[in-house]
């Protein structure tokens, strides 16, 4: 049966509302510091570094099919490294780029391990050896400061010589720039995916051998993708530093790599908005459980539980099957949306 | 001589070997539970360190507080752990066995999370050690060096255990039926095993396992809520080294691990933590599927 095709309708206009959504989440975003307060602006803050955590780390689980739970690792690395360049040089930019850059090398070489194996082995690879990074910051107390870890990290004024000189102290001003940074490393993300660079990652999460038949480095292209969603974790790890101002050996515990995991699958994986979604998720439910308990862990890991057992696939991918497509409706009076079931 | 004042003689080399095996026999408990589970299930169980913990907060209890026989308790918690992994493969896991592996992982992190709450709220406070029971106090002379009773007993318990699972999986109607299933449980399943049975036997086995080991630590070993992270990792690096699935390659990665371990505290003291995992990437590089992997 020829039938109009009601997925390239409902792209369109999802696209528009998906569109006009966000520019009102931005500009929200832009006036917070406006009306609230600076501790509003701390919590928005540690919420857009774990969506830029979830939306890189995603870029491996979601769109290339490989599930790491060492990504604490290299946040941490991103912020050890720039703690200490605080610490020595005051100028932020340096100091993110040497987080980001010290994330991407260690992601590299430890890429290079892990790539060779993929599903279940990938995972356990990628966990032992993102232990092994919180072992060398446990025990390598003289630059690490071990289990203390680094506190009372300076936060350097943004200066560029005779134009400006932004005091980053500030949560608000902070606030703009970590924003700034967030948004450009998830439009950089969205180009990356719709790009052909990002149609391989699918490719091989897909169809490792029709990639390969195409004439194309599996393992390239594994630690290709490897490396990229590690700078991002450097990167959060990095942007971090100048909001919480220390660095704990519990960024890189494996308990923590499970956070952009979870916000993955919260949102849902193979959606773009999902570890967004997720991240904010995540964070609102472990902040409402520490506030009402101790027993934070205990009503999180049930919370997971739940999650695997009922309730599957993730917030977007139920928003986009249920209810965009009657919002769409909605909007759309005339144009007929295909609402049977699976489709 | 070298660097810190040790001297690398004959018998510290012996001591110390004793001492790694004595370790190794611990982490190969968890480790054979994991490799059991794993191969026939086909789920990786990360909440496996965590029923080693409970192990040894079940003993702790048994032993350490209520004063029952020393033997009676071991039983008691590794029995208990084994009904706490009845409840999980029973309630949880069966419910996950045809999902994405992402599922599968994330789930039982979930227990992760559970346990070392539970634990916190059912024992909290600091722990002693209660003290080794009378016929394992004291030491034996091994060439002029004092070696501890209890350790003797733990490295003969690790490859009693060893032989009672080869007897088990090997010699056995259950082990037969085992092996049928972890090779093709559609096949298994046509020939009249019942899948859902064995998988709960072997996981509930594999618990009770985890949670000897935990058991076994109570004299000697402080537990606390972090155990279970901590363990489960050197469980991961060894069905690495040894190859996954393969219990005589835990055996055998569980040895490499624990001599590693305690070869480099002496050798090279402040990174034997770092060394377990450049033994990882070696074996990685030469033989990517472990040591006995196929």
Known sequence: MARTNPARNISNSSRIISLSLLGFLILILLGVPLFASSYVCWIIGNVLILILFAAGFNLLFGYSGLLSFGHAGFYAVGAYVCAKMLMTIPSLPLALAAGVFAAGLVSVVIGFFCIRHTRIYFAMLTLSFGMMIHSIIWKWRAVTGGDDGLVNVPVAPLRVPGLLSIDLGRAENYYYFLLTLVILGIALLWRLVHSPLGLVFQGIRDSETRVAFCGLSIQKYRLIVFTISGLYAGLSGALIIPLIKAADPGMAHWTFSAEPVLACLLGGAHTFAGPVVGAILLYVIKELIIRFTEHWSLILGVAVILLVLIFRGGIVSVLEKGLLPRLIGFFERGVKVDRSPGS | ?294
């Open chain 2, 1 to 294: 001589m070298l660097k810190g004042g040790v001297s690398l003689d004959f018998s510290t080399i012996l001591y110390q070997g004793l001492v790694g095996l004595n370790l190794a026999m611990y982490l190969w408990l968890i480790a054979a539970g994991l490799t059991i589970a794993f191969g026939v299930l086909g789920v990786l169980n990360f909440a496996h360190g965590s029923l080693y913990m409970l192990g040894a907060y079940f003993a702790f209890s048994l032993y350490g507080a209520w004063k029952l026989n020393f033997w009676l308790a071991i039983f008691l918690a590794a029995a208990l752990v084994g009904v706490v992994g009845l409840i999980m493969e029973r309630f949880f896991f069966k419910y996950i066995y045809k999902l994405d592996e992402a599922y599968q992982l994330i789930l039982t992190f979930g227990f992760v999370l559970v346990f070392s709450d539970v634990v916190k709220i059912a024992w909290g406070g600091v722990f002693t050690i209660p003290p080794l029971p009378d016929i394992f106090k004291g030491t034996v002379g091994i060439l002029g060096r004092p070696f501890p009773v209890y350790n003797l007993f733990i490295i003969s318990a690790g490859i009693i255990v060893a032989i009672v699972i080869w007897v088990l999986l090997e010699r056995g109607w259950w082990g037969k039926m085992v092996r049928a299933t972890a090779s093709d449980r559609e096949m298994a399943s046509a020939m009249g095993i019942n899948i859902a049975t064995i998988f709960t036997s072997v996981f509930v086995f594999a618990a009770a396992l985890a949670g000897l080991g935990g058991a076994l630590s109570t004299p000697v070993r402080v537990v606390d809520p972090g155990v279970g992270t901590a363990v489960i990792i050197q469980a991961f690096v060894i069905t690495v080294i040894g190859g996954l699935g393969n219990l005589k390659g835990a055996f055998v990665g569980a040895l490499i691990v624990g001599l590693v371990s305690a070869y480099g505290i002496l050798l090279f003291p402040g990174v034997e933590l770092f060394l377990i995992y450049v033994i990882m990437a070696l074996v990685l590089l030469i033989k990517p599927k472990g040591l006995l992997g196929g």
